[in-house]
């Protein structure tokens, strides 16, 4: 029964995140009380616990991370400079006359804020609060109005640059040396976040298309639920305006990314041109006031924090769960598994998209991933196709009724009127895209790993 203790562990911490408790001391709280406990029964050597230093030293020492609060800059920078609004009202103009355009206007808007952003509440509340009463106000159904937001929302996961890919990159990055080394290999291949980027573009890219798609192929079956929108001015002051407002964050976002694929800067030299960027975009429009400075530096700081805390707490559970031989029950458990490495994966996925209803990506990826990604890449799975694999699943993940994040924050900000049946029905279709993407990544894997062989 002692050789359980670790899966108990895991237990009691999803049972305290349920209770409402903070994350990083559900983590650290749970795992010191379990060493004390076994130090005490004699099942636990403290002496594990004499690392410790050494991680939090090698987290504050990690260069790659320094892209968190930099992305999230960037990101809150261009959202409190309402250049989304601005935005969508364009491209309401560009495609209001067309079936679906006011739809298909929200799916590349809610992309291009997701690709600045990157943080799927953000994403969710904001295009809810532009797009949806203009959308009920154009007659389009609730259900595929709230489906499409919400949808369109959760592309913060998967479209770079991502802070969930970031995170993502930097702790597949650590398991894959582990498993290298644990098979013998001392000259260890080595995986980055660049990797990560550029594997989900293809995917991210297709799954934008996929929605798209969807919504022109509804909007022409069923025109009812998806009308076409009345457009007043001038075209010509629709394309001036068009221009106006799409030119900067594309500009903002290519130049992110392209100098992350031409290599001529890290990705934390890539965020630190993006914050810089967004920031002189945000004085560009005269929206830098010293007010808004100081909330978006607020803001920065909150969520950089978080997800340092959580790191210091997940750091601190690993350490134990290690201590306690969790390490060597997962391994035992996964060789166990009918079916192989297909048969583990599919586990890890199932059970990574049952977690994403009570735990916010972050605690996923800095709790699970480190447990299951050393077993599965040992395995021979491609780290950059698990990581858009991950990713695409938790967005999944978000997405579903009746617990998904991204429903909660759409509520949230929805009129009354909006009925939750209709969020719920609304999403169904775009979760059976997303998985029918998944599908198509587990059958051709060279959708997520083509690209970055070719680009590194």
Not at 69 to 74: E, K
Not at 312 to 328: K, M, N, T, V
Request: aromatic share 8%.
């Amino acid at each position: 029964m002692v050789e359980y203790i670790p899966v108990l562990m895991f237990a009691v911490v999803c049972l305290m995140l349920m209770a409402g408790y903070p994350v990083a001391f559900s983590l650290a709280g749970t795992a010191l009380i379990f060493a004390m406990v076994g130090t005490a029964t004699d099942h636990f050597d403290m002496s594990f616990l004499h690392a410790l230093p050494n991680r939090l030293y090698g987290t504050i020492d990690n260069t790659t991370l320094i892209a968190v609060p930099l992305f999230v800059l960037m990101g809150v920078m261009l959202e409190k400079s309402r250049l989304a609004e601005d935005l969508l009202d364009s491209m309401a103009l560009l495609f209001g006359k067309f079936k679906g355009g006011l739809g298909i206007s929200v799916v590349v808007v809610g992309m291009l804020l997701a690709a600045s952003t990157g943080i799927v509440g953000a994403t969710v509340v904001a295009m809810g609060l532009m797009s949806l009463p203009t959308m009920l106000k154009r007659g389009y159904h609730p259900a595929l109005a709230t489906g499409s937001i919400c949808a369109t929302g959760t592309l913060g996961q998967i479209i770079p640059p991502s802070i969930a890919l970031v995170l993502l990159g930097d702790i597949l990055s650590s398991a894959y040396q582990q498993a290298q080394l644990g098979m013998g290999i001392f000259n260890p291949k080595t995986i980055s976040i660049g990797d990560l980027f550029v594997g989900a573009i293809v995917p991210g890219l297709l799954l934008v298309t996929l929605y798209i798609l969807y919504l022109i192929v509804i909007s022409r079956l069923k025109p009812e639920l998806a009308p076409v929108a009345e457009v007043d001015g001038e075209s010509s002051l629709s394309a001036a305006r068009l221009l106006r407002s799409l030119l900067p964050p594309v500009v903002l976002i290519v130049a992110v990314l392209g100098s992350i694929l031409s290599g001529a800067a890290t990705p934390t030299e890539a965020a630190g041109v993006g914050a810089m960027g967004a920031t002189l975009l945000a004085l560009g429009r005269r929206q830098l006031t010293i007010k808004r400075l100081r909330d978006v530096t607020q803001s920065t700081t909150e969520v950089t924090a978080m997800v340092f805390l959580i790191l210091i707490g997940a750091a601190i559970f690993s350490l134990i769960f290690r201590g306690f031989g969790g390490e060597e029950l997962m391994e035992d458990l996964f060789t166990r598994i009918p079916g192989g490495v297909v048969g583990a994966t599919l586990v890890v996925m199932v059970v990574i998209f049952l977690l994403g209803f009570i735990l916010d990506f972050i605690e996923i990826t800095f709790v699970v991933v480190p447990i299951v990604g050393p077993i599965l890449l040992a395995m021979g799975l491609d780290p950059v196709w698990l990581g858009i694999m991950i990713a695409i699943n938790l967005q999944t993940s978000f997405l579903t009724p009746p617990f998904g994040f991204a429903l909660f924050y759409l509520r949230g900000v929805a009129p009354p009127s909006v009925a939750t049946r209709d969020i719920y029905r609304g999403v169904v279709p775009f979760i059976i895209i997303q998985l029918l993407l998944m599908l198509m990544l587990a059958i051709w894997p060279a959708l997520a790993t083509w690209l970055p062989s070719i680009v590194f």
